[in-house]
């Protein structure tokens, strides 16, 4: 049942993951889609872009996942969730956050799996 749970996490967190990097260089950064967010009307989902946008450029996601990841070190349950939401912000750019919150919400994972 655990290694099932592992699995699951870690399949969720990579398809976050796979997610957040589509969404940041096929809608935010695409070059053919920001010329028409400048227009006079522009579509209603440059709203949504440029807020993703803001989310990119801030920190804020990445020091999130790495305060949910150090939390997983005392409650396994968190270590999905921190996995995920700093592999969004590996995808993002953050990495100074992003890279050791996806490190210390493995660690948590396997870290208390049966031998």
């Known amino acids: 049942m655990c290694m099932n749970r ?3 996490s870690m399949f969720i967190a990579t398809s976050l993951a796979g997610a957040a990097a ?5 809608f935010i950064e695409s070059e053919t889609l920001a010329p028409l967010c400048l227009e006079a ?11 993703l946008e803001a989310v990119e450029q801030s920190p804020l996601l990445a020091v999130v996942a790495l305060a949910i990841s ?3 070190l005392r409650r396994q349950r968190h270590a999905g969730l921190g996995i995920g939401l700093g592999g969004i912000a590996l995808a993002f750019g953050n990495l100074g956050c992003g890279g050791p919150a996806v490190v210390i919400g493995v660690l948590a994972l396997v870290r208390q799996q049966p031998r």
């Open 6 to 8: 592992t699995f699951l």
């Open 22 to 26: 589509w969404t940041r260089h096929g």
């Open 41 to 51: 009307v522009a579509p209603w989902w440059c709203a949504v872009r440029a807020t």
């Open 70 to 72: 150090m939390a997983a």
